[in-house]
């Protein structure tokens, strides 16, 4: 199971990339605009930049900010051009019949696609043989339709395996840490994650206890034995 962290703000990348477990970066059209930058090109520059000072060699996932499958086929391009000195760029493009004949033609250059916006077994399947290397599911948004979003993650990954096909599920649309502890058991292969919820991974009130009564009885000890050596000093 690998983590990625699903943002656009450089602070929340770096914030992340400190604490070392980050195995990727996603990213959408809805948090760029979100970020507050001026300038597309210049932003995606400056996520590129952090990696690149934390030395994480991961991948970053850019998504076509098009909605014409006609256009996606050049705007890939020109992020290749313009980003593809990162060796570890994907191109996002959304599911769809049109889309995936973008997908098969950057898939047959080496392009790495992620397959995004997959809400259904079909989709991601369809996906994966077309030759995305990652297919992106929704687990939010598929409940949010009635579906039973581990169900979708399970016969997906089932799939993939029984056909050996290469394509690694991206689990997104995380909403609570419930939806990480039961993506991770419905076998979806990466995470990716708002920033906001890792910290919350990392806690747990019995934990913050724990420490509390070692801290304290440590400390008491301490004075106990300055205490003890100031009495046989004098």
Same mark, same amino acid.
């Given at each position: 199971?690998?983590?990625? %962290?699903?943002?656009?703000?450089?602070?929340?990348?770096?914030?992340?990339?400190?604490?070392?477990?980050?195995?990727?970066?996603?990213?959408?059209?809805?948090?760029?605009?979100?970020?507050?930058?001026?300038?597309?090109?210049?932003?995606?520059?400056?996520?590129?930049?952090?990696?690149?000072?934390?030395?994480? /060699?991961?991948?970053?996932? %850019?998504?076509?900010?098009?909605?014409?499958?006609?256009?996606?086929?050049?705007?890939?391009?020109?992020?290749?051009?313009?980003?593809?000195?990162?060796?570890?760029?994907?191109?996002?493009?959304?599911?769809?019949?049109?889309?995936?004949?973008?997908?098969?033609?950057?898939?047959?250059?080496?392009?790495?696609?992620?397959?995004?916006?997959?809400?259904?077994?079909?989709?991601?399947?369809?996906?994966?043989?077309?030759?995305? /290397?990652?297919?992106?599911?929704?687990?939010?948004?598929?409940?949010?339709?009635?579906?039973?979003?581990?169900?979708?993650?399970?016969?997906?990954?089932?799939?993939?395996?029984?056909?050996?096909?290469?394509?690694?599920?991206?689990?997104?649309?995380?909403?609570?840490?419930?939806? %990480?502890?039961?993506?991770?058991?419905?076998?979806?292969?990466?995470?990716? %994650?708002?920033?906001?919820?890792?910290?919350?991974?990392?806690?747990?009130?019995?934990?913050?206890?724990?420490?509390?009564?070692?801290?304290?009885?440590?400390?008491?000890?301490?004075?106990?034995?300055?205490?003890?050596?100031?009495?046989?000093?004098?």
């Amino acid at each position: 199971m690998k983590l990625f %962290v699903d943002t656009a703000d450089v602070k929340e990348l770096e914030m992340c990339l400190e604490r070392g477990f980050p195995s990727g970066v996603t990213t959408n059209p809805l948090l760029v605009a979100r970020s507050g930058c001026t300038d597309f090109g210049a932003h995606i520059r400056s996520m590129i930049d952090a990696l690149i000072r934390h030395d994480a /060699k991961i991948p970053l996932s %850019v998504e076509v900010n098009t909605a014409d499958p006609n256009k996606m086929a050049d705007q890939a391009e020109e992020f290749v051009r313009e980003f593809g000195d990162y060796p570890y760029l994907n191109i996002k493009i959304p599911i769809g019949w049109n889309e995936l004949k973008v997908i098969a033609q950057l898939a047959k250059r080496n392009v790495p696609v992620n397959c995004t916006c997959c809400m259904s077994y079909n989709q991601a399947i369809m996906a994966a043989s077309a030759g995305a /290397k990652y297919v992106s599911l929704f687990w939010g948004r598929i409940r949010d339709i009635g579906y039973d979003a581990g169900s979708v993650v399970r016969a997906t990954r089932e799939s993939l395996d029984r056909r050996g096909l290469d394509s690694e599920i991206i689990v997104g649309s995380i909403r609570h840490i419930a939806d %990480v502890n039961e993506a991770i058991q419905a076998g979806g292969h990466i995470l990716t %994650v708002p920033p906001k919820f890792f910290a919350q991974m990392c806690a747990h009130p019995k934990t913050d206890e724990a420490v509390a009564q070692f801290m304290t009885e440590f400390r008491a000890w301490e004075q106990a034995v300055q205490a003890s050596q100031m009495k046989r000093a004098a």
